[in-house]
């Protein structure tokens, strides 16, 4: 099996272990090298070996993980960052113009509001966050502004909101905006944005794609061509590519991708169900819950709900405080998606750069970025953490 094109045709989890990822043609290394070289000998001058020339341009692991990336989110070309911001970057500077305007969520990751409002304002170009979840407030808001690009999130950090793709793509598109979806949360596995009409998907690949917490990386995924020749030129002439140790970690990681959320959402779902009605909590967001107000929309975009999940503590913020210090197998640390489960009190931490903004998150929320443990040692930890407030 050396043909994996057209891998549309295979299911996600094959394409997720073959695309891109085939043997070495000269050892029969069943996992591809990693190409550590910054640049490639020539045949005479120009003629390059596989059109490798010098690894900022290409660098075979790096074109290993874009072909799975690509495949993964159903995209004809895909990009791979040295972050997430540094994709985001590329795709912003390869879109944006002065005078342009980008219009989000008003619960997008903290660090895209900071990029677009710190880098992108002092070039012009303006930033506008609404409540996308109500369709009304979002055809007004595009109406009014026209914005180059709508970006979207979902489910949105740390409330889990849910946004309609389709809904949004088909309103943005009608006042001829690009359409990004930053689908690091939900993963190609759980939500297919370029089937849902986005014009762009990025990522950070950090957190659920590597999947083991040993890699930063970011990527930028789309069909149309034009815009990805623009893409590719930033990439090649900014730089922030990503080495090739970080690209082979991160198709590596990809690989379990599909087990590994299979996992991640049945134990989220299991500690959501064992928080729901706990005394010392006032609220869980979590899309696989059925009192979750975006339920049912979770349910048709998305193939499972998730490892991500927010709770809101009674005793406000002393008590959110407590329970996050608490936990045992829960980790404190910023960051999500790995193997192992992560607690997160996002108002000192994931989301201090957007205090004093539209963006603050309350502090007696907490986010648990729930790993694929054992389901019971996880709902334990979280029921000895409020037990003990
Ligand atoms: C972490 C994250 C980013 C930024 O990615 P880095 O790899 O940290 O640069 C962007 N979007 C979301 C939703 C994230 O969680």
Redesign the pocket.
């Known amino acids: 099996m050396t043909e994996h094109d057209p891998h549309i045709l295979q299911g996600f989890a094959t394409r997720a272990i073959h695309a891109g990822q085939e043997f070495d043609p000269t050892t029969g290394a069943v996992t591809p090298p990693v190409y550590l070289t910054s640049t490639f000998v020539q045949r005479s001058i120009g003629d390059l070996r596989g059109g490798y020339e010098y690894a900022r341009g290409g660098n075979p692991t790096r074109d290993a993980l874009q072909t799975q990336l690509a495949s993964l989110e159903s995209g004809a070309r895909a990009f791979s960052f040295a972050?997430?911001?540094?994709a985001e970057d590329a795709l912003l500077r390869a879109v944006l113009r002065p005078g342009d305007h980008v219009l989000m969520g008003n619960d997008v990751?903290g660090?895209?509001h900071r990029l677009v409002r710190r880098i992108f304002g002092p070039w012009q170009v303006e930033l506008t966050t609404v409540e996308l979840g109500d369709l009304a407030v979002a055809r007004e808001a595009l109406e009014r502004l026209r914005p180059r690009v709508l970006w979207l999130?979902t489910p949105s950090?740390p409330l889990m909101k849910v946004t309609d793709i389709t809904a949004l793509a088909e309103l943005a598109h009608a006042v001829g905006a690009l359409v990004v979806v930053?689908n690091?949360?939900a993963t190609p596995y759980l939500q297919q944005p370029l089937v849902l009409g986005a014009d762009v998907v990025v990522h950070?690949t950090?957190?659920y794609l590597g999947g083991h917490s040993d890699v930063?990386?970011?990527a930028v995924v789309t069909n149309d061509l034009e815009l990805a020749e623009q893409v590719q030129f930033h990439q090649f002439a900014a730089g922030a590519v990503s080495g090739p140790m970080d690209a082979w970690l991160t198709s590596r990681g990809i690989k379990t991708l599909a087990v590994r959320m299979e996992r991640h959402s049945a134990n989220a779902q299991a500690i959501a169900e064992a928080l729901q009605g706990h005394p010392a909590v006032t609220r869980v967001y979590y899309p696989g819950l059925p009192e979750h107000p975006d339920h049912a929309l979770a349910a048709r975009q998305m193939r499972l709900f998730g490892g991500m999940l927010s709770l809101e503590l009674a005793g406000g913020d002393a008590a959110a405080r407590a329970f996050a210090e608490s936990l045992r197998v829960f980790q404190l640390a910023e960051?999500?998606g790995g193997v192992e489960s992560l607690v997160n009190y996002p108002s000192e931490m994931t989301h201090a750069s957007v205090r004093g903004t539209e963006l603050e998150v309350s502090d007696a929320i907490v986010r648990l970025s729930v790993g694929i443990e054992d389901a019971a040692d996880l709902v334990a930890d979280v029921e000895q953490g409020l037990a003990a407030l």
Do not use: C, Q, R
Request: charged share 15%; hydrophobic share 25%.
């Open positions: 972050s997430g911001l540094a990751y660090g895209t999130e950090n930053d690091t949360f950070s950090t957190k930063l990386g970011g960051s999500l």
